[in-house]
């Protein structure tokens, strides 16, 4: 059976190589940046709704409520379907290094990677470098955990 044709279902060995099988890469970086976007849109939104159910007091603390609702969110939906809702509208979804989507903690680790990225600029940097430079466009956090951001198969 082809890679190409993954299922939700499939364990295959090992990810897809970014030279024998590029349509798994494809557009992956663009793909990525609107779903980062996308993210930051719905958690704000969801700082903006806590921000109303806290009589106006998640204003106090503003950065941090969208600190937390952001690793709760990333964690949550990473952990889910191996994607943020960004990455479902994208079409795209996280791999493990055997192919798998990933599990609970995997999603945690990456989200804990993510969040120490986003906080630090030298490490931001690098990990933006990383995704263009890198033949499966890989963030710092997805080489440290062998994680791999591929485009989705169509149903």
């Given at each position: 059976?082809s ?6 279902y ?5 990810l ?15 793909k ?14 969801l ?13 106090l603390?503003f ?21 943020t ?8 979804e ?9 599990d ?11 969040a120490?990225s ?10 933006v ?14 080489h ?8 989705r198969?169509?149903?």
């Amino acid at each position: 059976m082809s890679h190409t044709h993954w299922t939700d279902y499939d364990m295959p060995h090992a990810l897809p190589d970014p030279d024998a099988q590029p349509e798994f890469y494809d557009g992956v970086q663009v793909k990525r940046l609107i779903a980062w976007v996308i993210d930051t849109l719905v958690i704000f939104v969801l700082a903006l709704i806590a921000t109303v159910l806290t009589v106006f007091v998640g204003l106090l603390f503003f950065p941090l409520l969208m600190l937390v609702i952001g690793f709760v969110y990333r964690t949550a939906t990473l952990a889910s379907g191996s994607a943020t809702w960004g990455m479902r509208l994208m079409a795209v979804e996280l791999r493990a290094r055997s192919g798998a989507r990933i599990d609970g903690w995997t999603a945690l680790a990456h989200t804990l990677l993510y969040a120490i990225s986003i906080g630090t600029f030298l490490v931001q940097a690098v990990s933006v470098l990383l995704m263009l430079i890198t033949p499966r466009g890989q963030g710092l956090g997805d080489h440290l955990l062998g994680t791999v951001l591929i485009n989705r198969r169509a149903a």
